[in-house]
């Protein structure tokens, strides 16, 4: 009997897991105000204005390739239920749309007794909660700097940079999204526009993920400047769409490489 309490416990004994962030443009970590040369096909020197971004579905890999999720710990200000916001810009410099906190770790639990060589998550808001009220949704939800217009919902990544002349900004986030009723919720989006990443190699405290904002503007020209607002007839957004990882304009989806794994 005592054995039989003993496996019971072992088997529902849970673990603490930190799932470390790290914003970079190629191998200079990314801060507010700072100038990085040689991005783009342009080879321009950007400052970063905005980077941030949400995650859901946080999932670890064991050695055997079977998915555990990680019930992440709920702090009241960036992690709602299994969505978590990830901030690194902070209000200093050129990035007036933030503030002075950031956020740049995902903490959880996972079951223990397991070797975790993998890590899995989305990019983006789940769909019934990227369609909620802004207003009314608990942080992080409830951020004007990461509302849309109301179809669409939630940004699901505003990264925003200059360069000596121009702006550029990206924002991720659903398109085509149209109600079944007037006046009601949307029920279904053309482009859902959520990237699933799979990092095969990541190990719970000795690995970080890095966010390569030179990866993602490697094959795009910011001395044009613009935005790209994730809508499909916009030219700009189609290098940026394959970096994430997604499909875009009738293109299949290809590898992702805006997320890497890195060490701390």
């Given amino acids: 009997m005592i054995l039989l309490l003993l496996a019971a416990a072992a088997a529902n004994a849970a673990e603490t897991v930190s799932i470390p962030f790290r914003a970079v443009v190629g191998s200079e970590e990314l801060a507010c105000g700072r100038k990085y040369a040689g991005v ?103 951020l004007t700097a990461m509302g849309w217009v109301w179809n669409a919902g939630r940004r699901f990544a505003r990264i925003e940079l200059a360069t000596a002349t121009r702006a550029f900004s990206i924002h991720l986030g659903s398109t085509g999204c149209t109600p079944d009723a007037p006046n009601s919720p949307p029920a279904k989006c053309v482009s859902p526009n959520r990237a699933e990443v799979e990092l095969k ?25 613009g935005a790209c607002e994730s809508d499909p007839a916009t030219a700009a957004c189609a290098p940026l769409f394959a970096h994430f990882g997604l499909p875009f304009a009738g293109h299949a989806a290809g590898a992702q490489d805006f997320f890497r794994v890195g060490l701390p």
Avoid at 83 to 91: I, K, N, T
Avoid at 100 to 115: I, L, M, W
Avoid at 202 to 223: H, I, K, M, W, Y
């Fill in 40 to 142: 783009g096909l342009s080879k321009s020197v950007i400052t970063p204005r905005d980077f941030r971004f949400y995650i859901h579905n946080v999932r670890l890999l064991d050695e055997a390739g079977k998915e555990w999720p990680v019930d992440l710990a709920q702090d009241g200000k960036w992690v709602l239920d299994d969505v978590a916001l990830l901030d690194f810009e902070d209000g200093s410099a050129g990035c007036r749309n933030g503030s002075p906190e950031t956020n740049r770790v995902v903490t959880g639990t996972v079951p223990a007794g397991h070797v975790y060589r993998g890590l899995r998550f989305t990019l983006g808001v789940p769909f019934a909660k990227n369609h909620s009220d802004l207003m009314a949704m608990p942080s992080p939800l409830n």
């Fill in 201 to 225: 190699d990541f190990e719970p405290g000795r690995s970080v993920v890095q966010a390569d904002l030179g990866a993602l503007l490697r094959d795009s020209d910011v001395e044009r400047g």
